[in-house]
């Protein structure tokens, strides 16, 4: 379902605060509701992006040129902790983003990029500290590249930058794959464990059939 | 193949692996899924969309408590709340799955009433569109916050392909001081640990404070689990946590919970099990905690100073602390207690159970909330609230000045509405004390339910353990 991601080269807008919360990236009273998807890439980061009159933070680095048309975040750690919302991601790419490097990220905000062919990549922090000092040096004039195929990252100077991912989340991103078909092909799988299951532990099967 | 032991999550982990798909990558089966008004519906829609049907709507259970109003009536429920509640009705009672509506029994918050309904069970393997499903953990369930895309898997599948996490064990042991509470010890962890000390592991609580301590406040424990980056938080079961379960609604009986049980006590971490990190926490040297910032890693002992970011070498650390101090109003080194406060709030599925309210009211009784003040009760779930009435807890907290809410989320995460106004200063008993979170330019301190109390009739952060009788 997800749309592929193989390579990219694109303006990159460091955003180095530690613990950049779920909460932060999309405000809650901005992504309730059934029918959000297409309306959140103005309302990503809204706490930092807009001042309380509603007008542009001229202080925030995705408000300013070039970074506006950034692609690629480089992230400070334990970026998207907090909740599970994954309007985080879907605001974040209605943004443009396609990529989000940095030394760690929350763990369920880390499963939900991949699930929207958002690639997340994990540096260890000097490299992201070197990466997003590299960028402000050149004032977001030079390009970041990331390559799923090759596993790396390449500085606007050129140094490149492997990365380690999961071939399983890999091979999700590179070919778009849609995973629910995928695990329904293992259904036999499923209903065999069920089956067997059921002898075993049947408390969790019949559950609600005394209530 | 191994030479250790095995510890607790290896053995429920294993129980669910259904096929490996990758290095340490496996399908899992979901027992329980629980449902919620804030994204249950869009799940159940998009199925609908793909033609799927709902592969085991016998072990998917709902509820609506994230965008409701807890008015009395629900009065004031928001658009948006009131079409995501007739949605989840619409799309459970078309999919055939259990719903617990609103002034039924059984409905609240979703991580209070799993336990309490007898759905979590140890050794379970329980999911749901939150992250702070990790609370069921308390239990010994393996549970675990997922995403939107991740909730439409399960929904067709009944099954989740996770990576299995590193394990960390954190050990507490001693008595617990005077005015000290499951959530200052996982708040003091926090603090130590920092907000991703946590990530990537799923973390076991063991140690004589734990089990010492009543299931609920395991609950609370497990539940800020994320809040140190850890998806998942466990406490093997014992007989107190049979004890709790039994009788339950869902909970097995008879034969069932005999054999149930036989199960369950093989659900602890063998003597030799290595986990790939542990921690000690000697429980005597804590005091009751307050965040001072914008991360549950912000946090010190309320006979503590605010940080002072010129005292602080590293940069980035620095402009983190600045930035926090900016947002929260507070001046740096300055003593935590006294900071006066606007907003008190005491609920959420960290802190809003029975024996919470138990703590609050204990602390309430005879005392006034101090004048400029409003503060909120908002019980977990409807049976909690109707237990509470049934021994008069809601008489001491209005006697008392607080109001008394119908169930729900609330203003913990402010998704029906429900919001500190801007600049105002909360002492919450809730999980996250984000920028924004309890409303825009809201700023939150978090800390246990006896503490917020006493910031209520004190008017400004104080501490508990001067109050207490």
Request: glycine share 10%.
């Given at each position: 379902m997800a749309q592929p991601f193989t390579k990219l080269t694109a303006i990159a807008a460091p955003i180095m605060r530690t613990n950049v919360d779920t909460d932060v990236?999309?405000?809650?009273?901005?992504?309730?509701?059934?029918?959000?998807?297409?309306?959140?890439?103005?309302?990503?980061?809204?706490?930092?992006?807009?001042?309380?009159?509603?007008?542009?933070?001229?202080?925030?680095?995705?408000?300013?040129?070039?970074?506006?048309?950034?692609?690629?975040?480089?992230?400070?750690?334990?970026?998207?902790?907090?909740?599970?919302?994954?309007?985080?991601?879907?605001?974040?790419?209605?943004?443009?983003?396609?990529?989000?490097?940095?030394?760690?990220?929350?763990?369920?905000?880390?499963?939900?990029?991949f699930q929207n062919g958002i690639l997340p990549v994990v540096l260890d922090k000097a490299?992201?500290?070197?990466?997003?000092?590299?960028?402000?040096?050149?004032?977001?004039?030079?390009?970041?590249?990331?390559?799923?195929?090759?596993?790396?990252?390449?500085?606007?100077s050129g140094a490149r930058h492997g990365f380690e991912i999961d071939p399983r989340r890999r091979a999700g991103l590179l070919e778009g794959l849609d995973e629910i078909s995928l695990t329904l092909r293992r259904e036999h799988e499923i209903r065999a464990f069920q089956a067997s299951d059921r002898a075993a532990r049947p408390w969790i099967h019949f559950a609600g059939q005394s209530a | 193949m191994d030479k250790h032991g095995?510890?607790?999550?290896?053995?429920?982990?294993?129980?669910?692996?259904?096929?490996?798909?990758?290095?340490?990558?496996?399908?899992?089966?979901?027992?329980?899924?629980?449902?919620?008004?804030?994204?249950?519906?869009?799940?159940?829609?998009?199925?609908?969309?793909?033609?799927?049907?709902?592969?085991?709507?016998?072990?998917?259970?709902?509820?609506?408590?994230?965008?409701?109003?807890?008015?009395?009536?629900?009065?004031?429920?928001?658009?948006?709340?009131?079409?995501?509640?007739?949605?989840?009705?619409?799309?459970?009672?078309?999919?055939?799955?259990?719903?617990?509506?609103?002034?039924?029994?059984?409905?609240?918050?979703?991580?209070?009433?799993?336990?309490?309904?007898?759905?979590s069970l140890p050794g379970c393997l329980i999911v749901c569109g939150d992250s702070h499903t990790c609370t069921h953990g308390g239990l010994g369930a393996l549970a675990f916050g997922i995403g939107s895309s991740e909730l439409t898997h399960v929904l067709a599948t009944q099954t989740i392909i996770q990576r299995r996490p590193k394990t960390m064990r954190v050990r507490f042991d001693g008595r617990l001081p005077f005015g000290v509470t499951a959530k200052d010890l996982i708040l003091a962890l926090i603090g130590h640990v920092g907000a991703a000390g946590g990530t990537g592991y799923a973390v076991e609580y063991a140690g004589s404070a734990i089990s010492n301590m009543p299931v609920e406040g395991r609950l609370t424990i497990c539940n800020l689990s994320v809040e140190l980056g850890a998806k998942m938080g466990l406490i093997a079961p014992?007989?107190?946590?049979?004890?709790?379960?039994?009788?339950?609604?869902?909970?097995?009986?008879?034969?069932?919970?005999?054999?149930?049980?036989?199960?369950?006590?093989?659900?602890?971490?063998?003597?030799?099990?290595?986990?790939?990190?542990?921690?000690?926490?000697?429980?005597?040297?804590?005091?009751?905690?307050?965040?001072?910032?914008?991360?549950?890693?912000?946090?010190?002992?309320?006979?503590?100073?605010?940080?002072?970011?010129?005292?602080?070498?590293?940069?980035?650390?620095?402009?983190?602390?600045?930035?926090a101090l900016d947002y929260m109003g507070l001046e740096p080194g300055a003593p935590i207690a006294g900071t006066p406060v606007d907003w008190v709030f005491i609920g959420s599925c960290t802190n809003s159970r029975l024996s919470d309210l138990r703590a609050a009211a204990e602390v309430a009784r005879g005392r006034k909330v101090a004048p400029g003040v409003r503060a909120w009760v908002v019980p977990g779930s409807e049976t909690v609230k109707r237990d509470a009435v049934a021994e008069g807890l809601d008489k001491i907290f209005t006697d008392a000045g607080f109001e008394w809410r119908e169930p729900g989320c609330s203003m913990c995460l402010a998704a029906n509405g429900e919001t500190v106004p801007p600049g105002q200063r909360s002492v919450s008993t809730s999980n996250r004390n984000f920028i924004g979170r309890q409303g825009p330019r809201a700023r939150t301190h978090l800390a246990s339910p006896a503490m917020a109390v006493a910031a209520a009739v004190s008017g400004a952060i104080a501490d508990v353990r001067t109050m207490e009788r």
């Open positions: 990236i999309i405000s809650i009273n901005r992504m309730i509701g059934n029918s959000v998807r297409g309306s959140l890439g103005k309302w990503a980061f809204g706490s930092l992006r807009y001042l309380p009159d509603g007008s542009d933070n001229p202080e925030f680095i995705l408000n300013r040129e070039p970074y506006r048309a950034a692609e690629i975040l480089v992230t400070g750690p334990n970026f998207g902790c907090g909740s599970s919302r994954e309007a985080a991601v879907w605001s974040l790419q209605e943004m443009g983003i396609r990529a989000i490097i940095g030394s760690g990220f929350g763990d369920i905000f880390f499963a939900n990029c490299t992201i500290d070197g990466l997003a000092a590299e960028i402000e040096a050149s004032q977001g004039a030079g390009r970041l590249s990331v390559d799923l195929q090759e596993q790396t990252v390449t500085s606007p | 095995r510890t607790l999550l290896a053995k429920i982990w294993d129980q669910h692996v259904i096929a490996e798909v990758s290095d340490d990558t496996d399908l899992l089966h979901v027992d329980r899924h629980l449902l919620h008004d804030l994204g249950g519906s869009r799940g159940l829609i998009d199925l609908k969309s793909r033609n799927i049907p709902v592969h085991n709507p016998e072990l998917t259970f709902a509820t609506p408590d994230h965008a409701i109003s807890t008015a009395s009536g629900r009065a004031g429920t928001i658009k948006t709340g009131q079409e995501l509640l007739a949605a989840l009705r619409t799309e459970t009672s078309g999919s055939g799955i259990r719903m617990f509506d609103i002034d039924q029994p059984g409905q609240g918050i979703v991580h209070v009433i799993g336990p309490e309904l007898g759905l014992d007989e107190a946590t049979f004890a709790y379960i039994r009788g339950r609604p869902y909970a097995p009986q008879g034969e069932m919970w005999e054999r149930a049980v036989a199960a369950w006590r093989t659900l602890q971490s063998d003597t030799d099990a290595v986990f790939d990190r542990e921690l000690s926490i000697d429980v005597g040297t804590i005091i009751p905690q307050i965040t001072w910032g914008t991360s549950p890693e912000h946090v010190l002992g309320v006979d503590g100073r605010v940080p002072d970011p010129a005292d602080v070498a590293d940069p980035a650390r620095r402009g983190a602390i600045e930035i």
